[in-house]
């Protein structure tokens, strides 16, 4: 089986919006806030992304915020 996948990089807020499911208009504070690597050339113009970077940033998420038990679940 090959493991390869292809790099894609998204070179604006609405497609790395779309491509994790939020907002274009989120895009900055995520980058702030929760580390979504994601950069702008020369600190200006559009963000951009790597798919493969956006797959481990929302694996990490779903890390950080899945209830680790099912009482977990239940009580938050």
């Known amino acids: 089986m090959n493991d390869f996948k292809r790099v894609v990089c998204f070179k604006n807020?609405?497609?790395?919006?779309?491509y994790i499911g939020e907002s274009r208009n989120s895009i900055t504070q995520l980058v702030i806030d929760d580390g979504l690597p994601a950069w702008k050339r020369n600190g200006?113009?559009?963000?951009r992304a790597l798919n493969v970077d956006l797959d481990q940033w929302l694996i990490g998420q779903r890390s950080k915020y899945m209830p680790r038990s099912k009482q977990d679940a239940l009580f938050n």
């Open 44 to 47: 200006c113009g559009p963000w």
């Open 13 to 18: 807020a609405e497609e790395i919006g779309e």
